[in-house]
Protein backbone atom coordinates (compact mmCIF):
# COMPACT_ATOMS: atom_id res chain seq x y z
CA UNK A 1 0.00 0.00 0.00
CA UNK A 2 1.10 3.29 -0.82
CA UNK A 3 2.25 5.66 1.83
CA UNK A 4 -0.39 8.42 3.28
CA UNK A 5 1.02 11.68 1.45
CA UNK A 6 -1.44 14.52 1.37
CA UNK A 7 -4.58 14.76 3.79
CA UNK A 8 -7.20 14.21 1.09
CA UNK A 9 -5.37 10.74 1.14
CA UNK A 10 -5.43 10.47 4.95
CA UNK A 11 -9.31 11.01 5.02
CA UNK A 12 -9.97 9.02 1.91
CA UNK A 13 -8.00 6.08 3.40
CA UNK A 14 -9.75 6.63 6.58
CA UNK A 15 -13.46 6.10 5.07
CA UNK A 16 -14.20 9.36 6.93
CA UNK A 17 -17.32 11.39 6.01
CA UNK A 18 -15.85 14.63 5.42
CA UNK A 19 -17.05 18.61 4.59
CA UNK A 20 -14.39 21.26 3.29
CA UNK A 21 -15.36 25.26 4.20
CA UNK A 22 -12.99 28.15 3.13
CA UNK A 23 -12.32 30.36 6.34
CA UNK A 24 -10.16 32.91 4.75
CA UNK A 25 -12.45 35.68 2.56
CA UNK A 26 -15.52 33.64 3.02
CA UNK A 27 -17.32 30.94 4.90
CA UNK A 28 -17.96 28.95 1.84
CA UNK A 29 -17.88 25.52 0.36
CA UNK A 30 -14.76 23.89 -0.53
CA UNK A 31 -14.86 21.57 -3.31
CA UNK A 32 -12.91 17.80 -2.06
CA UNK A 33 -11.07 17.75 -5.72
CA UNK A 34 -9.78 21.48 -4.86
CA UNK A 35 -7.53 19.93 -1.80
CA UNK A 36 -6.64 17.35 -3.73
CA UNK A 37 -5.39 18.96 -5.96
CA UNK A 38 -4.13 22.12 -4.53
CA UNK A 39 -2.10 19.47 -2.44
CA UNK A 40 -1.06 17.75 -5.69
CA UNK A 41 0.62 21.19 -6.53
CA UNK A 42 -1.70 21.46 -9.51
CA UNK A 43 -3.51 24.31 -8.19
CA UNK A 44 -2.99 27.67 -6.61
CA UNK A 45 -5.66 28.06 -3.54
CA UNK A 46 -8.54 29.69 -4.70
CA UNK A 47 -9.72 31.95 -1.91
CA UNK A 48 -6.07 32.97 -0.30
CA UNK A 49 -5.78 35.07 2.89
CA UNK A 50 -2.66 36.79 4.36
CA UNK A 51 -0.60 34.41 2.46
CA UNK A 52 -2.39 30.98 3.64
CA UNK A 53 -4.53 29.05 2.91
CA UNK A 54 -7.74 28.79 5.42
CA UNK A 55 -9.94 26.01 5.77
CA UNK A 56 -12.19 24.66 8.19
CA UNK A 57 -12.50 20.41 7.60
CA UNK A 58 -15.58 18.45 9.68
CA UNK A 59 -14.81 15.07 9.72
CA UNK A 60 -16.76 12.11 10.94
CA UNK A 61 -14.77 8.48 11.63
CA UNK A 62 -16.03 5.03 12.61
CA UNK A 63 -17.84 5.64 15.73
CA UNK A 64 -17.75 9.21 16.89
CA UNK A 65 -21.03 10.73 17.79
CA UNK A 66 -20.37 13.54 16.11
CA UNK A 67 -18.03 15.52 13.44
CA UNK A 68 -14.90 17.03 14.80
CA UNK A 69 -13.78 20.30 13.27
CA UNK A 70 -9.83 21.62 12.10
CA UNK A 71 -9.32 24.55 11.72
CA UNK A 72 -5.55 24.75 9.25
CA UNK A 73 -4.39 27.27 7.77
CA UNK A 74 -1.85 26.06 5.31
CA UNK A 75 1.07 28.76 4.29
CA UNK A 76 1.62 29.22 0.85
CA UNK A 77 4.37 30.47 -1.42
CA UNK A 78 4.61 33.21 -3.74
CA UNK A 79 2.65 31.74 -6.37
CA UNK A 80 -0.17 30.77 -4.04
CA UNK A 81 0.60 27.12 -4.28
CA UNK A 82 1.14 24.96 -0.87
CA UNK A 83 4.56 25.80 0.68
CA UNK A 84 3.99 21.55 1.61
CA UNK A 85 6.89 21.40 4.91
CA UNK A 86 4.07 22.36 7.49
CA UNK A 87 1.98 19.97 6.12
CA UNK A 88 3.84 16.87 5.77
CA UNK A 89 5.45 17.52 9.34
CA UNK A 90 1.61 17.41 10.58
CA UNK A 91 0.82 14.68 8.67
CA UNK A 92 3.55 12.86 10.29
CA UNK A 93 2.77 13.90 13.65
CA UNK A 94 -1.28 12.70 12.72
CA UNK A 95 0.17 9.02 11.66
CA UNK A 96 2.54 8.66 14.47
CA UNK A 97 0.03 10.15 17.04
CA UNK A 98 -2.45 7.47 15.84
CA UNK A 99 -0.38 4.99 15.72
CA UNK A 100 -2.34 2.21 14.01
CA UNK A 101 -4.49 1.29 10.66
CA UNK A 102 -6.22 5.10 9.31
CA UNK A 103 -8.98 2.52 8.32
CA UNK A 104 -9.81 2.28 12.39
CA UNK A 105 -9.05 5.47 13.50
CA UNK A 106 -12.30 6.95 15.23
CA UNK A 107 -13.77 3.24 16.43
CA UNK A 108 -12.39 3.15 19.81
CA UNK A 109 -12.22 6.97 20.73
CA UNK A 110 -11.66 10.77 19.67
CA UNK A 111 -9.19 12.20 22.36
CA UNK A 112 -5.97 11.37 20.17
CA UNK A 113 -7.81 12.83 16.82
CA UNK A 114 -8.74 16.48 19.12
CA UNK A 115 -5.45 16.19 20.48
CA UNK A 116 -3.49 17.05 17.35
CA UNK A 117 -4.76 20.65 17.73
CA UNK A 118 -2.82 21.21 20.83
CA UNK A 119 0.59 23.21 19.64
CA UNK A 120 -0.13 22.39 15.61
CA UNK A 121 1.61 25.55 14.04
CA UNK A 122 -1.24 25.12 11.24
CA UNK A 123 -4.01 25.50 13.62
CA UNK A 124 -5.87 28.82 14.15
CA UNK A 125 -9.13 29.99 15.62
CA UNK A 126 -11.72 32.30 13.33
CA UNK A 127 -13.29 34.70 15.04
CA UNK A 128 -16.49 35.15 16.06
CA UNK A 129 -18.78 36.14 12.78
CA UNK A 130 -16.74 33.41 10.92
CA UNK A 131 -17.59 30.41 13.72
CA UNK A 132 -21.43 31.74 13.45
CA UNK A 133 -21.34 31.42 9.72
CA UNK A 134 -19.45 27.77 9.49
CA UNK A 135 -21.98 26.67 12.34
CA UNK A 136 -25.11 27.97 10.09
CA UNK A 137 -24.07 26.66 7.43
CA UNK A 138 -22.71 23.46 8.23
CA UNK A 139 -25.60 22.39 9.96
CA UNK A 140 -27.77 23.85 6.75
CA UNK A 141 -25.56 21.47 4.60
CA UNK A 142 -26.52 18.79 7.12
CA UNK A 143 -29.99 19.25 7.34
CA UNK A 144 -30.55 20.21 10.51
CA UNK A 145 -32.24 22.55 12.61
CA UNK A 146 -30.90 26.12 13.13
CA UNK A 147 -29.86 27.02 16.62
CA UNK A 148 -32.06 28.39 19.74
CA UNK A 149 -31.24 31.83 18.69
CA UNK A 150 -32.94 31.81 15.17
CA UNK A 151 -36.36 32.33 15.96
CA UNK A 152 -35.84 35.78 17.77
CA UNK A 153 -33.58 36.79 15.38
CA UNK A 154 -36.34 36.12 12.58
CA UNK A 155 -39.04 37.52 14.49
CA UNK A 156 -37.30 40.58 15.46
CA UNK A 157 -35.68 41.18 11.33
CA UNK A 158 -39.33 40.17 9.77
CA UNK A 159 -40.56 42.73 12.09
CA UNK A 160 -43.17 40.31 13.79
CA UNK A 161 -42.11 40.99 17.46
CA UNK A 162 -40.64 43.85 19.03
CA UNK A 163 -37.49 42.71 20.58
CA UNK A 164 -34.43 44.56 22.85
CA UNK A 165 -32.23 43.93 19.87
CA UNK A 166 -29.62 43.37 22.92
CA UNK A 167 -30.70 40.01 23.21
CA UNK A 168 -30.32 38.80 20.06
CA UNK A 169 -27.19 36.20 19.50
CA UNK A 170 -24.92 36.19 16.91
CA UNK A 171 -25.26 32.64 15.96
CA UNK A 172 -29.04 33.92 15.17
CA UNK A 173 -28.25 36.17 12.73
CA UNK A 174 -26.06 34.02 11.06
CA UNK A 175 -28.47 31.30 11.13
CA UNK A 176 -30.89 34.02 9.24
CA UNK A 177 -28.50 35.08 6.60
CA UNK A 178 -28.03 31.17 5.59
CA UNK A 179 -31.68 30.19 5.50
CA UNK A 180 -32.60 33.82 4.08
CA UNK A 181 -35.03 33.01 1.19
CA UNK A 182 -35.93 36.31 -1.52
CA UNK A 183 -39.12 37.30 0.70
CA UNK A 184 -36.78 37.71 3.98
CA UNK A 185 -34.43 39.27 1.92
CA UNK A 186 -36.92 42.13 0.59
CA UNK A 187 -38.23 42.25 4.14
CA UNK A 188 -34.45 42.78 5.56
CA UNK A 189 -34.41 45.35 2.68
CA UNK A 190 -37.39 47.46 3.98
CA UNK A 191 -36.08 47.29 7.99
CA UNK A 192 -32.37 47.64 7.09
CA UNK A 193 -32.40 51.89 7.77
CA UNK A 194 -34.41 51.30 10.85
CA UNK A 195 -32.41 48.80 12.41
CA UNK A 196 -29.55 50.13 15.58
CA UNK A 197 -26.30 50.49 14.22
CA UNK A 198 -24.79 47.69 16.38
CA UNK A 199 -27.22 45.62 14.65
CA UNK A 200 -26.81 46.46 11.03
CA UNK A 201 -22.83 45.69 11.97
CA UNK A 202 -23.60 42.42 12.53
CA UNK A 203 -26.17 41.38 9.86
CA UNK A 204 -23.88 42.93 7.21
CA UNK A 205 -20.64 40.73 8.30
CA UNK A 206 -22.99 37.91 8.11
CA UNK A 207 -24.45 38.67 4.62
CA UNK A 208 -20.86 39.01 3.27
CA UNK A 209 -20.46 35.47 2.94
CA UNK A 210 -23.09 34.80 0.22
CA UNK A 211 -24.73 36.51 -2.86
CA UNK A 212 -27.45 38.98 -2.20
CA UNK A 213 -30.54 39.96 -4.19
CA UNK A 214 -31.10 43.21 -5.75
CA UNK A 215 -33.62 44.67 -3.21
CA UNK A 216 -31.04 43.78 -0.33
CA UNK A 217 -28.09 45.12 -2.44
CA UNK A 218 -29.80 48.64 -3.33
CA UNK A 219 -30.99 48.99 0.62
CA UNK A 220 -27.36 48.64 1.69
CA UNK A 221 -25.98 50.93 -0.60
CA UNK A 222 -28.40 53.48 0.80
CA UNK A 223 -28.09 52.55 4.30
CA UNK A 224 -23.85 53.00 3.46
CA UNK A 225 -24.24 56.16 1.37
CA UNK A 226 -26.76 57.64 4.43
CA UNK A 227 -23.89 56.66 7.25
CA UNK A 228 -21.05 58.31 4.87
CA UNK A 229 -22.92 61.49 5.14
CA UNK A 230 -22.78 61.77 8.56
CA UNK A 231 -19.08 60.41 8.79
CA UNK A 232 -20.08 56.53 9.74
CA UNK A 233 -17.21 55.31 8.41
CA UNK A 234 -17.62 52.00 9.91
CA UNK A 235 -21.30 51.19 8.82
CA UNK A 236 -20.36 52.07 5.36
CA UNK A 237 -17.37 49.60 5.44
CA UNK A 238 -19.89 47.16 6.96
CA UNK A 239 -22.22 47.70 4.33
CA UNK A 240 -19.49 47.31 1.44
CA UNK A 241 -18.64 44.06 2.88
CA UNK A 242 -21.79 43.13 3.18
CA UNK A 243 -22.11 43.25 -1.01
CA UNK A 244 -19.03 42.10 -1.38
CA UNK A 245 -19.91 38.24 -2.42
CA UNK A 246 -22.70 39.69 -4.85
CA UNK A 247 -22.17 39.73 -8.50
CA UNK A 248 -23.36 42.19 -10.64
CA UNK A 249 -23.28 46.15 -11.76
CA UNK A 250 -24.59 47.24 -9.15
CA UNK A 251 -22.18 46.62 -6.41
CA UNK A 252 -19.12 47.47 -8.73
CA UNK A 253 -20.68 50.58 -10.12
CA UNK A 254 -20.92 51.57 -5.77
CA UNK A 255 -16.94 50.81 -5.51
CA UNK A 256 -15.98 52.58 -8.41
CA UNK A 257 -17.91 56.03 -7.41
CA UNK A 258 -16.32 55.69 -3.81
CA UNK A 259 -12.73 54.84 -5.89
CA UNK A 260 -13.59 58.12 -7.31
CA UNK A 261 -14.24 60.16 -4.83
CA UNK A 262 -10.77 60.98 -2.80
CA UNK A 263 -13.04 62.53 -0.18
CA UNK A 264 -14.46 58.89 0.92
CA UNK A 265 -11.88 56.15 -0.24
CA UNK A 266 -9.74 56.20 2.76
CA UNK A 267 -7.81 53.11 4.22
CA UNK A 268 -10.99 51.49 5.78
CA UNK A 269 -13.27 51.89 2.54
CA UNK A 270 -9.91 50.32 0.45
CA UNK A 271 -9.59 47.19 3.31
CA UNK A 272 -13.42 46.79 2.42
CA UNK A 273 -12.87 46.33 -0.72
CA UNK A 274 -9.69 44.02 -1.11
CA UNK A 275 -10.42 41.90 1.52
CA UNK A 276 -14.20 41.31 0.87
CA UNK A 277 -14.96 43.17 -2.50
CA UNK A 278 -11.87 41.51 -4.70
CA UNK A 279 -13.69 39.85 -7.32
CA UNK A 280 -15.30 43.42 -8.51
CA UNK A 281 -11.39 44.15 -8.75
CA UNK A 282 -11.31 42.11 -11.61
CA UNK A 283 -12.33 44.60 -14.10
CA UNK A 284 -9.82 46.68 -16.12
CA UNK A 285 -10.36 49.77 -14.88
CA UNK A 286 -11.46 49.50 -11.44
CA UNK A 287 -8.68 47.99 -10.67
CA UNK A 288 -6.12 50.74 -11.57
CA UNK A 289 -8.35 53.10 -10.10
CA UNK A 290 -8.36 51.19 -6.70
CA UNK A 291 -4.33 50.35 -6.77
CA UNK A 292 -3.86 54.43 -8.05
CA UNK A 293 -5.74 55.25 -4.34
CA UNK A 294 -4.18 52.96 -2.73
CA UNK A 295 -0.61 54.15 -3.66
CA UNK A 296 -1.78 57.57 -2.69
CA UNK A 297 -2.87 56.49 0.79
CA UNK A 298 0.07 57.41 3.07
CA UNK A 299 -1.65 55.15 5.68
CA UNK A 300 -2.08 51.46 3.22
CA UNK A 301 0.27 49.06 3.68
CA UNK A 302 0.70 49.32 -0.22
CA UNK A 303 3.16 46.27 -0.32
CA UNK A 304 0.97 43.61 1.54
CA UNK A 305 -2.21 44.66 -0.41
CA UNK A 306 -0.89 43.98 -3.30
CA UNK A 307 0.96 40.90 -2.67
CA UNK A 308 -2.26 39.64 -0.52
CA UNK A 309 -4.20 40.62 -4.20
CA UNK A 310 -1.43 38.90 -6.44
CA UNK A 311 -2.06 35.56 -4.55
CA UNK A 312 -5.46 35.83 -5.82
CA UNK A 313 -5.20 33.32 -8.89
CA UNK A 314 -8.13 35.48 -11.02
CA UNK A 315 -6.04 38.46 -10.28
CA UNK A 316 -2.23 37.61 -10.28
CA UNK A 317 -2.16 38.72 -13.81
CA UNK A 318 -4.39 41.61 -14.11
CA UNK A 319 -2.50 43.43 -10.62
CA UNK A 320 1.02 42.49 -12.26
CA UNK A 321 -0.31 44.14 -15.48
CA UNK A 322 -1.46 47.18 -13.48
CA UNK A 323 1.14 47.49 -11.76
CA UNK A 324 3.52 47.27 -14.72
CA UNK A 325 2.00 49.87 -17.24
CA UNK A 326 1.57 52.40 -14.33
CA UNK A 327 2.88 55.80 -15.38
CA UNK A 328 6.00 56.83 -14.53
CA UNK A 329 5.47 59.44 -12.31
CA UNK A 330 2.57 58.04 -11.02
CA UNK A 331 1.60 57.31 -6.95
CA UNK A 332 1.81 53.40 -7.94
CA UNK A 333 5.49 53.54 -9.14
CA UNK A 334 6.59 55.51 -6.80
CA UNK A 335 5.22 53.00 -4.35
CA UNK A 336 6.79 50.50 -6.28
CA UNK A 337 10.85 52.45 -6.43
CA UNK A 338 10.11 52.68 -2.78
CA UNK A 339 9.50 48.87 -2.48
CA UNK A 340 12.56 47.87 -4.54
CA UNK A 341 14.97 51.03 -2.82
CA UNK A 342 13.68 49.05 0.68
CA UNK A 343 14.26 45.73 -0.23
CA UNK A 344 17.98 46.77 -1.28
CA UNK A 345 18.96 48.67 1.49
Not at 188 to 215: D, F, M, N
Not at 305 to 325: E, N
Request: glycine share 6%; proline share 6%; with cysteine.
Amino acid sequence: MQPIQTLDEFFTRSGAEISLYHMGRHVVTCPRASLAAFERGEMAWPEPWQGQARLAILFQLGDMPEPAIWFLALPLDEQGMLSPAQRDAFLNRLLETLGRAVSQVGREETADVDHLMKDNPLAFTPNVTFQAMLNARANHDRGLSASQHFEPVDAYLSGQQAIDWQALGLQGIADYVVRMETRDAESLALRLSTLPTAVIHSVCYCLEHQPLPAALVAALHDCGESAAQTGDMETLCACLRGVGNTKGSAVGNWYTALLNDTAACGPDVLAAIAGRGWQHLEDAQRLPLFLQRLAEDAHSDFAAVVRDLALIPRLRLPVMMALRDAPTDSPIQRRLNLMLSQRKA
